[in-house]
Every structure is written in structure tokens, then in C-alpha cells.
């Protein structure tokens, strides 16, 4: 026996809950994948939201990821949606240590109502008129930037490839896809996104306009049944897409539903009311309950905890 640890074996390549840049060789085209299988199942299972309701959730999920993981800075993407229809809002939340999760807001009536003739209402169905928006947190050193669009399309996607034409100006693709696929006797959630860009041309390369045609008719033959498919790799996925035996993917990272809550960050925010409006959420128990809108996670601490702190 040593007092050092067992040299690691080398880890195999990522397969699930990753995000990862892809590259066609020679093509004036990046491109960014998305595959979440636990992560997603875990943020959407804490809720147990009505089905179109966490669809829209692992939607937003994915694209946080899919954006967020192209970041060359520690901080925060935030991808939030609001508007006036059954779904007030929704938001995710992706940092760059790989950490995801989000929550929605809505009203139950109202959902069941725009639900009837649909097998599952899209983006702008449930949210009806509202805005878009992106926002980058890069710690508080930094203001934080945002870039509003409205919302547009029954996906998300499409209110992504708005955002990147209307701000960025980069021609821009985006697909996403959320399902519930069964294995063996357990059914889970899973998501998934792709997204391709197309770099400017230049005098090395000349126009790319021909390229980028091809490479988006090639991105539309990409199916929700392929991106979410557990027994799809994503180098297998990639291939099929773009038939090249040149596509590789790069900087893989892993993603993980993990929430930033904690009993000290709920204490610190209770002291910021008055006493008399703590004594207001005192319940019959003599606790103060407080639900995490992004978990699900039950905090329960007495008023003393919370003058304490």
C-alpha cells in the first residue's frame, strides 16, 4: 500500500450530457451540439410540469447550453422568454463550469385551454406576445449585457437564429429537440440542440454564400428523433449529417443539472425583509417554508436562523 492515489485510467470520450464545437474540415462553417440526457431528466422531473410545459423548459435548456458553451469567459448565460400567453415565463440558466437549470411560471387553466386540438403547443402558443432575450453575467465586475427579440415561431430556435441575425449579424441555424424516450422500464426526458453558423468570407476564402446554402440543406435533414436518440453518438449524428468524413468534434464539456441554491443564500435573502414581514411567512409549524423556483428544493428555517444571519 502508498500513500498516492491509483494513476486514473483515460476517460472515454463524452457520449451524453455534453456540449461540444464541431468543425467541417475545409467548410467556412462552425457548428455547436448539444446532448443532455440525466442532466435534463433531473431539472424536468424536479418539477413535473404539465408536458408541453417542460418541453418548452428542456427547450430553453438546450439552447442555454448550446450558446452558453461557446463562452471564452467564466460567468453566466441566461435565456429567459416572456410574454402574455399561459406561460408567463421562462427561464435557464447555464454557467461555465458546465452547471445547468431552469423553471417556468404559468397558469393551469389557461394551458389546458391552448392545449385542446394540439399534440404538444409550441414557443409561441404558450408564451403568446413577449420578448426573447439573452442576457451574459460576467461577474459583478462587469455590467451585465443583454439582446432582446421577439418571440417568434412554435420553437425557441427560431427566436435564437432571430436574436443572432438581428444583433450579431451571423447567418445562423439552430435546432431543438425534447422528448421522452423509454428504455427498458424507465421512461426519461431528453434534449438535445444543434446549431450551425456560417464565418464571413474574405479574400483567402471568397464568397461562402455556396457553402453555407449546402451546409443549411444539409442541417435541415436533421431529425428530433436523431438528436435525442441515447443510441445515436454524436460523432455518428455529425456524420450522417454532413456525410464528410472531415467533421470532428472539439472542446467537449460535460453539462450538469446543478442549482446554486443553499439555506445560507435563502437566510441572507429573507434578512433582507422587515420583521414584521418575516412574521408574515411564519407558518402553523413556526417555520418559514421557501420553495427554489429553479429546484424545486424545500428550505425550511426557524425566524431565529434568520435574525441570526
Not at 451540439?33 to 413535473?48: F, K, P, Q, Y
Not at 404538444?120 to 413577449?130: C, F, H, I, V
Not at 435564437?160 to 426526458?189: K, M, N
Request: proline share 5%; glycine share 10%; aromatic share 6%.
Amino acid at each position: 500500500m502508498t500513500d498516492h492515489a491509483p494513476a486514473a485510467a483515460p476517460s472515454a470520450p463524452l457520449a451524453d450530457n455534453l456540449a461540444a464545437a464541431f468543425q467541417i474540415e475545409g467548410w467556412p462553417v462552425r457548428g455547436r451540439l448539444v446532448r443532455l440526457g440525466e442532466t435534463i431528466d433531473a431539472i424536468l422531473s424536479a418539477h413535473a410540469y404539465p408536458e408541453p410545459v417542460a418541453a418548452l423548459l428542456g427547450e430553453a435548456c438546450a439552447l442555454a447550453a448550446l450558446i452558453g458553451s461557446s463562452l471564452k469567459f467564466e460567468g453566466r448565460l441566461i435565456v429567459q422568454a416572456q410574454g402574455d400567453g399561459p406561460v408567463r415565463y421562462v427561464v435557464a440558466d447555464y454557467d461555465t463550469q458546465g452547471h445547468l437549470r431552469g423553471y417556468c411560471r404559468f397558469d393551469e387553466a389557461e394551458l389546458a385551454a391552448v392545449s385542446q386540438g394540439f399534440s404538444r403547443p409550441g414557443a409561441k402558443t404558450l408564451l403568446g406576445e413577449g420578448l426573447f432575450v439573452m442576457t451574459l453575467d460576467r461577474g459583478p465586475d462587469f455590467e451585465r449585457t443583454q439582446g432582446i427579440t421577439p418571440i417568434e415561431g412554435e420553437s425557441l430556435s427560431l427566436a435564437a437564429e432571430h436574436y443572432f441575425q438581428q444583433s450579431e449579424q451571423i447567418p445562423t441555424c439552430v435546432r431543438l429537440a425534447v422528448g421522452s424516450v423509454t428504455t427498458g422500464d424507465a421512461t426519461t426526458w431528453r434534449a438535445g440542440g444543434a446549431l450551425i453558423q456560417l464565418i464571413a468570407g474574405d479574400a483567402a476564402r471568397g464568397s461562402t454564400e455556396e457553402v453555407w446554402d449546402r451546409s443549411r440543406a444539409l442541417f435541415q435533414t436533421l431529425g428530433d428523433d436523431e438528436l435525442i436518440d441515447p443510441t445515436v453518438t454524436p460523432q455518428t449524428l455529425l456524420f450522417r449529417l454532413f456525410h464528410e468524413d472531415g467533421v470532428r468534434l472539439e472542446d467537449a464539456r460535460a453539462l450538469q443539472a446543478v442549482c446554486r441554491c443553499s439555506k445560507d443564500r435563502i437566510g441572507a435573502v429573507l434578512a433582507s425583509f422587515s420583521p414584521e414581514e418575516r412574521a408574515g411567512m411564519v407558518e402553523p409549524d413556526g417555520r418559514i417554508h421557501v420553495t427554489c423556483e429553479y429546484c424545486a428544493t424545500v428550505y425550511e428555517l426557524e425566524p431565529e436562523e434568520v435574525r441570526a444571519g
